[in-house]
């Protein structure tokens, strides 16, 4: 009991300290002074050499391409600014590849811009559309980034759950409720924010669902969609993906965004984009130029010759993205098999490198259950079963109610995120420790 106290005074004194430093700073920032889920988890495991399935990023080189390009950028000496929106070589890359995936022909100079990879890119978006008091409608769990740049654009986020449903084949399925989502469109909502494929789940949005969020969006003038869609070349098993912007009268709506890093393995180049009807895209510009003028140019040269060379035959394989999803279906798969092996119940993801994970079978021992930390004040059970995985089992995950508003953390109590974008190595020393764990700890 007296360690507990301690605990809680340690915790509330760092957030208190925390607020004192904070108050010189803009209201819009408020709250950000709390650690998060990053702030805790990726330390723990690396402080306790913990095989790390938490943080969403692939541990491998990239491609040889991808680093021959970059050389051959700088040697043609791309190192000045370049084109503010964009340049011209990526904007027409990416020109010719949304047209064919839009069916339309889509403007290079006037119906893209770049951005310092995709979260720059929903920085500038909600900056350039969103006025205070407007309200944005958020599938969730959500990506952390989302709720931030709403609040820092003066807006409020409106929470539509994806809640997991049983599925006798998939683990689970995560599906909205359709009146639940009528029902958070208001006179105030500006903006619907989809992530599709989805982060964490790996759900990609059915044609149906698509449909219906069209529908709901069309019958509201003045409402758009920002559809995040970096994990658009992970897509697995012949599922269909369907670009909100390809959907009838959404070209107009909608405002695409995607990047480079998650496709290519280089989310340290931060080189992105948005894409959507040049009424959309103006505002996004015109937020750039005052925010970071221009994206590295020789990063975005390297780009473009990349989207060139990926469509080439690439280690036996017709292109570098059919070597892509194989490499990442067997991952899934080795994963998938891992988790069912040590008693959890996974959800087969559709797309993205992520797997939501039943924890349900397992106890979590009291301590972690009563404990507390700078990022977690108010434990929860997912989060204290992250933290017992990461501590005393050597595997570290994610709690995913870290990606839930507070009325919803609830759905993921039972649930951990695990990500397979990892080396075939470190997926296999996690099979050692949770084989240990599940015989130490299964009910």
């Given at each position: 009991f007296f360690q507990k106290r301690q605990m809680l005074s340690a915790a509330r004194h760092l957030r208190a300290t925390a607020v004192r430093k904070m108050a010189m700073f803009a209201d819009r920032l408020k709250g950000f002074e709390?650690?998060?889920v990053w702030h805790e988890f990726t330390p723990l495991a690396q402080q306790l050499g913990a095989v790390n399935l938490g943080q969403g990023f692939p541990d491998w080189p990239c491609p040889r391409f991808m680093?021959?390009?970059l050389k051959e950028a700088v040697d043609a000496d791309h190192n000045q600014y370049t084109r503010s929106a964009g340049h011209l070589p990526l904007v027409q890359a990416l020109g010719a590849r949304y047209s064919k995936l839009l069916?339309?022909?889509v403007n290079a100079m006037t119906e893209i811009a770049v951005s310092v990879g995709a979260t720059e890119g929903l920085f500038a978006l909600t900056q350039a559309l969103i006025n205070p008091g407007d309200e944005v409608i958020v599938f969730e769990p959500a990506f952390d980034i989302y709720s931030a740049q709403v609040q820092m654009a003066g807006g409020v986020c409106k929470y539509v759950p994806l809640r997991p449903v049983a599925h006798e084949e998939r683990g689970f399925e995560w599906i909205f409720d359709r009146e639940e989502l009528r029902a958070a469109f208001s006179p105030k909502t500006k903006l619907v924010l989809l992530n599709n494929p989805h982060n964490p789940?790996?759900?990609?949005?059915?044609?149906?669902?698509?449909?219906?969020?069209?529908?709901?969006?069309?019958?509201?003038?003045?409402?758009?969609?920002a559809s995040d869609e970096v994990y658009d070349?992970?897509?697995?098993?012949?599922?269909?993906?369907?670009?909100?912007?390809?959907?009838?009268?959404?070209?107009?709506?909608?405002?695409t965004v995607s990047s480079a890093g998650k496709t290519f393995s280089v989310t340290g180049w931060k080189v992105g984009w948005v894409v959507g009807p040049e009424a959309l895209v103006k505002?996004?510009?015109?937020?750039?130029?005052?925010?970071?003028?221009s994206v590295p140019t020789t990063l975005q040269e390297a780009v473009a010759r990349a989207f060139t060379e990926a469509e080439k035959p690439y280690d036996d394989f017709p292109t570098y993205y059919d070597y892509l999803r194989s490499s990442y279906v067997t991952k899934r798969d080795r994963l998938m098999a891992i988790l069912q092996d040590s008693g959890f119940i996974p959800s087969k993801p559709d797309g993205g490198f992520f797997i939501m994970a039943d924890?349900?079978?397992?106890?979590v021992p009291k301590k972690y259950l009563e404990d507390v930390t700078a990022a977690a004040p108010v434990m929860t059970r997912d989060w204290a079963f992250c933290r017992m995985l990461t501590i005393d089992h050597g595997v570290a995950a994610i709690p995913?109610?870290?990606?839930?508003?507070?009325?919803?953390?609830?759905?993921?109590?039972?649930?951990?995120?695990f990500a397979f974008c990892k080396t075939d190595d470190a997926l296999e020393k996690a099979a050692v420790q949770l084989k240990k764990f599940a015989s130490s700890l299964a009910k």
């Open positions: 709390a650690p998060t680093k021959e390009a069916g339309r022909d789940t790996g759900k990609i949005m059915s044609r149906a669902e698509a449909q219906f969020i069209a529908q709901e969006v069309l019958a509201r003038p003045g409402v758009f969609v070349r992970l897509v697995y098993d012949g599922a269909e993906f369907v670009h909100m912007a390809s959907l009838p009268g959404m070209w107009e709506r909608c405002l505002p996004v510009m015109l937020a750039n130029q005052w925010v970071q003028f924890t349900s079978a397992f106890d995913p109610s870290a990606f839930y508003s507070p009325p919803n953390k609830g759905v993921a109590a039972n649930f951990a995120r």
